[in-house]
């Protein structure tokens, strides 16, 4: 059975950073596309990042652009957001998503055309 365990998330102050990860168990991350999504309260869950499997390429939204950074380590199964400059507007629930294929689905932000397992999320709060 697929698990994906998302980690890392917290409290921190604007222009602070944060690290999350994504683990697997029952199949290997480097196979697969991977993305991270976000939810605030009261809003969507939108795409921020995602990464193919097959030449480490990414994407990001405009609003994280410079700021986050997504890598994958298949040693250790895990796939990194490495998100700095936080800003308050980046508040959310950050979930890991892995998908069926080694490309990343068009268009990447949105959530229903990933067909791989979901974790259950992180806080992330941005506060003074």
């Known amino acids: 059975q697929v698990q994906v365990v998302e980690f890392g998330g917290g409290l921190v102050q604007p222009g602070g950073s944060l690290r999350l990860s994504c683990a697997a168990s029952?199949?290997?991350?480097?196979?697969?596309?991977v993305g991270w999504f976000r939810q605030a309260p009261g809003k969507e869950r939108e795409g921020v990042s995602a990464?193919?499997?097959?030449?480490?390429?990414?994407w990001y939204i405009d609003a994280v652009k410079g700021r986050f950074t997504m890598s994958r380590d298949n040693a250790k199964n895990t796939v990194y957001l490495q998100m700095n400059n936080l800003k308050p507007e980046d508040t959310a629930v950050y979930y890991c998503?892995?998908?069926?294929?080694?490309?990343?689905?068009?268009?990447?932000?949105?959530?229903?055309?990933?067909?791989?397992?979901w974790g259950r999320g992180t806080q992330v709060t941005v506060s003074s």
């Open positions: 998503v892995t998908h069926s294929s080694q490309g990343v689905p068009a268009p990447f932000y949105s959530a229903r055309w990933w067909g791989g397992s």
């Open positions: 029952g199949l290997s991350l480097g196979d697969y596309a």
């Open positions: 990464m193919n499997s097959h030449n480490g390429r990414t």
